[in-house]
C-alpha cells in the first residue's frame, strides 16, 4: 500500500480515537472530517484485502496442480479490480471544488429571438425543476417577469440539496435553441439564445456585506403588465451601492421572507462578481482562459429540428432531445464530470 493511503487510514483512526473523548466544541470538526475521509477509507479497507487475496493466490499458483490454474485465474481477476479501486480512490483524493456542497441560485434570461428566446427560458426552467425533482433538490421562485405568450424574459430562482452546485455549475452561460417556433408560418428555422448564470449561495457568515453598502426599499408587488398584485409593501429591492448590483424578491406574501430571499440573491451576486474581478485579474496577469463557466460563452446548442444537442465544451452530441428537456440531464452532466475529472487529473498529475 502506497505511504499516502497509508497516512490516511492513521489519520482516520487517529480522529476515531479522539472522538471518545472529544468535548462538544470539537465533536463537530473532528465529525466533519471523518465524515469527508470514510469513502477513502472504505475503498482502502477493500484495497487491502485485495493485497491479503493476492498474495494468498500468488502462493497457491507456484503450485504444478489444478488448484494453482484457478489461481492464476483469480490473481488476473483480482489485477482488474485492484486497478478500478485505485482509480477511483485516486478521483476521491483529487481536489474539491470548495463551493461543490453549496446550494445555489439560477437565472435564467431571454436573449436573442425576441419571444421564441423567453418561451425557450421557461422550457429550460421547467426542464430544471424536473431535474432538481429527479434528484431530490427543493426549488423555490424568487422572482420572475413573464412575456406576452407566457414564456420568461427573465426568472430567478433557489435551489437547495445534496451537491448541488457540483452539477449544476455547467449550466452557466449561453444556450442556443434552433427550431421552428410556433409563431413561424413560414416553417423557417429559427436561432434564438438564453443566458443561464448559475451562483452558489452563501450564508451570511460566508459573505458579509456591511449595511451600509445597502439600500434597502420596500413596494408593492407588480404582476404582468405592471399592474399591482397586492397592495401592501411586501415587495423588497435591495441595491449593493459600491457594485451597483441589484436583487429583488416579490413572490413571496411576507416583507420578511421576500427580504430574506433578495438578501439571499445579492449575496450571491455580489460573490459572484468579485469572483468574475479575481478572475480577470488572473487572467490578465497570466494571459490565460480561466474555465468554461463565463456567463457570455456559448456552451450549448439545442437543435429541435435534427434531435440533438450538442455541448460545445465537450465537443459532443446527445440525441432524444425531447427527454432530455423533461429533466433527463443525467448522461450530458456525467460527461461534463467525467471531464473535469480528467482535467482536475492532468492539473494533480503534472
Request: no cysteine; hydrophobic share 35%; glycine share 6%.
Amino acid at each position: 500500500m502506497k505511504e499516502s493511503h497509508k497516512k490516511i487510514l492513521a489519520e482516520y483512526q487517529d480522529i476515531s480515537d479522539k472522538l471518545i473523548s472529544a468535548t462538544p466544541s470539537e465533536i463537530a470538526s473532528l465529525g466533519k472530517r471523518q465524515a469527508e475521509l470514510m469513502p477513502v477509507v472504505e475503498l482502502l479497507h477493500e484495497l487491502q484485502r485485495n493485497e491479503k487475496e493476492l498474495e494468498e493466490n500468488k502462493i497457491l499458483a507456484e503450485g504444478g496442480d489444478e488448484l494453482a490454474e484457478i489461481a492464476k485465474e483469480e490473481i488476473r481477476i483480482i489485477g482488474r479490480r485492484t486497478e478500478e479501486l485505485d482509480s477511483k480512490i485516486e478521483i476521491l483524493l483529487l481536489p474539491s471544488d470548495p463551493l461543490d456542497d453549496k446550494n445555489i441560485i439560477v437565472e435564467i434570461r431571454a436573449g436573442a429571438g425576441g419571444e421564441e428566446s423567453a418561451l425557450f427560458a421557461a422550457e429550460l426552467f421547467r426542464m430544471y425543476a424536473k431535474y432538481a425533482e429527479e434528484q431530490h433538490w427543493k426549488t423555490s421562485l424568487i422572482s420572475s417577469s413573464k412575456s406576452e405568450l407566457g414564456g420568461f424574459k427573465e426568472i430567478v430562482f433557489e435551489v437547495k440539496g445534496k451537491k448541488v452546485y457540483s452539477k449544476m455549475k455547467f449550466e452557466s452561460g449561453v444556450h442556443r435553441v434552433q427550431r421552428v417556433p410556433e409563431t413561424e408560418k413560414s416553417g423557417r428555422v429559427h436561432t434564438s439564445t438564453v443566458t443561464v448564470a448559475v451562483l452558489p449561495e452563501f450564508e451570511e457568515v460566508d459573505m458579509n456585506i456591511p449595511m451600509k453598502d445597502l439600500e434597502i426599499t420596500a413596494n408593492t408587488s407588480s404582476g404582468h403588465g405592471g399592474q399591482s398584485v397586492n397592495t401592501t409593501y411586501s415587495a423588497i429591492k435591495i441595491v449593493h451601492l459600491p457594485t451597483g448590483i441589484t436583487a429583488q424578491s416579490q413572490d413571496e406574501r411576507s416583507q420578511a421572507q421576500n427580504r430574506e430571499k433578495a438578501f439571499t440573491v445579492i449575496r450571491a451576486r455580489v460573490a459572484a462578481y468579485y469572483q468574475e474581478q479575481r478572475e480577470k485579474e488572473y487572467k490578465d496577469k497570466r494571459n490565460a482562459q480561466i474555465g468554461s463557466g463565463d456567463r457570455s460563452e456559448k456552451i450549448r446548442t439545442y437543435n429541435f429540428p435534427q434531435d440533438r444537442i450538442t455541448d460545445h465544451r465537450i465537443n459532443q452530441n446527445f440525441n432524444q432531445i425531447n427527454l432530455i428537456m423533461e429533466g433527463k440531464l443525467d448522461q450530458i452532466i456525467a460527461a461534463l464530470l467525467e471531464q473535469e475529472l480528467k482535467l482536475k487529473r492532468e492539473i494533480y498529475n503534472s
